[in-house]
């Protein structure tokens, strides 16, 4: 299958390009499209065959379900249902935070076919920001489900050039929207009614941070499983996810790091400064620094997973990722860093 790229240029028209992709998943075709986050792989949610093609063009398994992407909350019939006692708390969490990187996890309604859930009887619904994935949701006018653009268990794509490299030849089209806003994915909640403020459970750290999260319940951040071969209790939350290639070493400090003679090693460092203590503990084959200077933990969002994937582009034999701030957006990124972590020695097969 030959793979369209349609570039968004100053004065290409926006409505043009989303009739056209808005046809294509009329047809039960999948299309790769920015939003804010990440690129997103997206199909129409109500159309089962259309569904099974994003799972076929990533390689997913089909026990890791789907996000569903509306336009708002009048878009959420059929798509989901919001039970009473947490009606005031997503009413509330939705009017401040949609459209925008936050993901909420619903009792799955009748319209949705069953793999986009995986057989699950709740569903994660958001409304994305991105202007063009606006207008195409308007053109459609139904739900796109639609995970992050890259084969499965890899590095998401922040950028067409990444989504070309990960799905050239398995879909017909890529819309080219540039570098996405935020740079990592969604913030994924469940909200639970409790007695004094709803209980909001953070299932996958992501832009909307806890602190933004506060003043509108308890929040927990609820640690996803890694190292279990089983479903864990976050369905769809395997440890492979997010992970280059190249092993990722994950030390909490400098000295935690001990160079094997004779290997090459690449560096993800934070800030690019000597005092961090990482620079000088051994000749680095590669170094791709996030937020160079002073240090700015969205702007090391944003450039994060296209650092990473630069990284494990250059034949290392291990990637060594520098902690990052434990705040904010860096909570969701040192968060990615440990569950892309490689355990265990760099290659166990070879006699040392
Ligand atoms: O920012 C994002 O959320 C991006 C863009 C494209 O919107 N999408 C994204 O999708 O990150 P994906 O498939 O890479 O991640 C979806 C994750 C699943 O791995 C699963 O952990 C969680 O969402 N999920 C989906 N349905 C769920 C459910 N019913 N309950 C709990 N978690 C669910
Ligand atoms: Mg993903």
Not at 65 to 73: A, D, F, Y
Not at 114 to 125: D, Q, R, S, Y
Request: charge should be neutral; charged fraction near 25%.
């Amino acid at each position: 299958m030959e793979t369209k790229l349609i570039e968004l240029e100053l004065f290409t028209s926006h409505r043009e390009v989303a009739k056209e992709a808005a046809q294509l998943l009329a047809q039960g075709q999948v299309i790769a499209l920015p939003t804010e986050t990440v690129y997103g792989l997206a199909a129409d949610a109500f159309n089962p065959a259309a569904v099974a093609r994003i799972f076929k063009a990533k390689d997913r398994p089909s026990h890791d379900p789907l996000i569903v992407h509306v336009l708002g909350r009048g878009m959420l019939e059929g798509v989901a249902t919001v039970p009473e006692d947490i009606e005031s708390a997503f009413r509330r969490l939705t009017e401040e935070f949609w459209p925008g990187p936050l993901t909420i996890v619903l009792p799955k309604g009748p319209r949705i076919p069953e793999n986009v859930c995986a057989g699950l009887p709740t569903i994660a619904v958001r409304a994305p920001s991105h202007a063009l994935m606006r207008g195409i949701l308007k053109e459609l006018g139904r739900p796109l489900a639609a995970p992050s653009a890259n084969r499965f268990g890899r590095i998401s794509p922040t950028t067409a050039g990444a989504v070309l490299a990960e799905l050239e030849g398995r879909i017909p089209m890529i819309i080219d929207g540039g570098a996405t806003r935020d740079g990592v994915e969604s913030t994924i909640i469940r909200i639970s009614p409790a007695e004094k403020k709803p209980l909001i459970e953070i299932l996958r750290p992501g832009p909307v941070t806890k602190e933004m999260l506060k003043p509108f319940g308890k929040v927990k951040l609820v640690e996803r499983a890694r190292g279990s071969g089983t479903l864990p209790e976050v369905p769809g939350q395997l440890d492979s996810h997010y992970a280059p290639r190249t092993p990722l070493l994950t030390p909490a400090t400098p000295s935690d790091f001990v160079p094997e003679p004779g290997k090459r090693y690449g560096l993800l460092s934070y800030r690019g400064d000597g005092e961090d203590g990482f620079l000088s503990l051994t000749p680095w084959a590669a170094i791709e620094t996030l937020s160079p200077g002073s240090g700015k933990i969205i702007e090391a969002a944003v450039r994060f997973y296209a650092l990473l994937r630069r990284l494990d582009e250059r034949q290392l034999d291990a990637i060594v990722a520098e902690p990052l701030p434990e705040h904010g957006i860096g909570l969701a990124l040192n968060e990615r860093l440990r569950r892309a972590r490689h355990d265990g020695p760099l290659d166990p097969s070879s006699p040392s």
